[in-house]
């Protein structure tokens, strides 16, 4: 089944201490993006990446780290959390690194508490 | 910098009777536009898009969209809203010239559909 997997679903962690969440897709798909979901402001973009090797800041990416090694795989990495870094997170994948017109796959979402 | 309104924090609508979910759009060149659906606890799945000709852009369950470059809008529609349409949507919109892959989404606009 085509899909975009996150781990973990959900995690609370205290402020400072380093954390992963992962982000796979099998779709083979070159374009590869976070954001993160609050209220009253809808999805904002964190970090995409065109393809391997290839990250770009998107609007919010202050706090946030991001590697693409591997074609399926794109991590976000916060070094040292925040308690404003609470959120829902949402990876993203979609064909064709410079495809501007082509939908995204979203992943399930990662609900992050920060205390 | 490419923005996207969504003016109406929620929409009711009666089963049956038409709905819109209202989108404004502003890019420096011209528009990709996509409409998303989010429903409780689950992540975004793609409605529809516009890349370029038929103004009427037809998608999933039954949705169209209207895109109207004089007016910068991509209003989401549909003839006969069912219960199973109360969702939270989401439009967005990317640049198809000049550089950067951002994709900006609006702040949503939860539709409420009652018996």
């Known amino acids: 089944e085509a899909q975009v997997t996150q781990n973990p679903r959900y995690l609370i962690t205290v402020t400072g201490k380093k954390l992963t969440v992962t982000c796979s897709q099998n779709?083979?798909?070159?374009?590869m993006s976070w954001y993160r979901q609050d209220p009253g402001l809808g999805l904002r973009q964190i970090y995409y990446?065109?393809?391997?090797?290839?990250?770009d800041k998107g609007d919010v990416p202050e706090g946030y780290k991001v590697s693409r090694k591997e074609k399926r795989n794109f991590p976000l990495i916060l070094e040292s959390p925040s308690p404003n870094q609470t959120s829902l997170y949402f990876c993203?994948?979609?064909?064709?690194?410079?495809?501007?017109?082509?939908?995204?796959?979203f992943g399930p979402g990662t609900r992050l508490t920060v205390l | 910098a490419q923005s996207v309104a969504q003016p109406e924090d929620q929409v009711n609508v009666a089963e049956g009777n038409p709905l819109t979910v209202k989108c404004t759009y502003s890019?420096?060149?011209?528009?990709?536009l996509f409409w998303y659906v989010q429903y409780p606890n689950r992540g975004l799945q793609f409605l529809l898009k516009?890349?370029?000709?038929?103004?009427l852009v037809k998608g999933s369950y039954g949705f169209e969209a209207e895109f109207n470059k004089s007016q910068t809008s991509f209003h989401l529609k549909k003839p006969s809203a069912l219960v199973s349409d109360s969702a939270l949507y989401f439009c967005a919109v990317r640049d198809n010239t000049g550089g950067g892959n951002k994709l900006t989404f609006g702040t949503g606009t939860q539709l409420k559909v009652e018996l």
């Open positions: 990446s065109m393809n391997v090797e290839v990250t």
């Open positions: 890019v420096s060149g011209n528009p990709y």
């Open positions: 516009y890349i370029t000709g038929d103004n």
């Open positions: 779709m083979n798909h070159e374009y």
């Open positions: 993203a994948s979609s064909p064709g690194g410079s495809g501007r017109g082509n939908e995204q796959f």
